[in-house]
Structures are given as C-alpha cells and as structure tokens.
C-alpha cells in the first residue's frame, strides 16, 4: 500500500483508476494482483530469401504464429511456385487451399500477403518448378 492512500471523497484528489473488460465484459480494476493484459510482440523470424534457376523444394520457414507471411517472387522466370505447409517436420507437406480450392501458387511476380498460421510450429515450404530464367524469392513476417 502506498505511503498515502487516497480516501474518497477527498478535495484535494479524485481517484482514477484504470479498468479493462475482462472476459465476462465487466470492468476489471488494474492492480497487482490483476495486471493490464498485454501481448508482447513476438521475436522476428528471420526470412526465407534466395535465389534459383533449378526446380527445388526450399524450407521449412517456421512462422511466427498470427501474424501475416508476405510471399515476394521477383525476376524474369516461367514456372510455378506452390506454397505448402506441413506439421510433421516436412515429412508431409500439403498445399494451401481455401474452400478446398488451390491458393498460395503463383507462376508470375508477386508480393503479397498469403497466409497467417494458426498454429505454432507448423512449417512452409515453396515447390518451385522452374521452366526457365532466374527466380528470386522471399518468406517473411
């Protein structure tokens, strides 16, 4: 307790207090016993970057959970670049799909946001099947 406690009512200070919706909806006094909740920014991952002219399978890149990945293909190319995702350590990759329908393949340039994983420790990996050129590519957060 502080040296001071304020006592309401009192002319010289108004007592202010800071509150959060707790998981009821009710109004959740901050207090030592009950600390603002924060999440805490996750570390960085470091990115998935290279270069090929050769069809390769490259990964694992292991995502930070809940946060958007940003796929960048990037040179002059003719191919296809699958994105897939496996839980088991790459063993069994799957490909991305939403509504049971191809998603994250690309056969041009991009830069975009293609997925956000859901579940920590879950892995993706880009099948690049080159025709010809030179693709630069790069997964990150």
């Not at 080159?130 to 790069?138: D, E, F, H, Q």
């Given at each position: 307790?502080?040296p001071?406690?304020?006592a309401?009512?009192?002319?010289?200070?108004?007592?202010?207090?800071?509150?959060?919706?707790?998981?009821?909806?009710?109004?959740?006094?901050?207090?030592?016993?009950?600390?603002?909740?924060?999440?805490?920014?996750?570390?960085?991952?470091?990115?998935?970057?290279?270069t090929?002219?050769?069809?390769?399978?490259?990964?694992?890149?292991?995502?930070?959970?809940?946060?958007?990945?940003?796929?960048?293909?990037?040179?002059?190319?003719?191919?296809?670049?699958?994105?897939s995702?496996?839980?088991?350590?790459?063993?069994?990759?799957?490909?991305?799909t939403?509504?049971g329908?191809?998603?994250?393949?690309?056969?041009?340039?991009?830069?975009e946001?293609?997925?956000?994983?859901?579940?920590?420790?879950?892995?993706?990996?880009?099948?690049?099947t080159?025709?010809?050129?030179?693709?630069?590519?790069?997964l990150?957060?």
């Open positions: 307790m502080s001071s406690p304020i309401a009512p009192a002319g010289y200070a108004t007592p202010n207090a800071v509150a959060y919706a707790d998981v009821d909806g009710n109004a959740a006094i901050v207090s030592k016993a009950q600390p603002l909740p924060v999440q805490l920014k996750p570390a960085p991952v470091s990115p998935l970057a290279g090929t002219t050769t069809s390769v399978i490259v990964g694992p890149y292991v995502p930070a959970v809940d946060r958007p990945i940003i796929l960048s293909l990037n040179g002059t190319w003719t191919g296809l670049v699958k994105v995702r496996s839980t088991d350590g790459g063993a069994t990759r799957l490909p991305l939403l509504a329908t191809a998603w994250a393949q690309f056969s041009a340039n991009a830069c946001p293609i997925w956000e994983e859901p579940e920590a420790g879950a892995t993706l990996y880009l099948e690049v080159m025709t010809s050129g030179t693709l630069i590519y790069r990150a957060q």
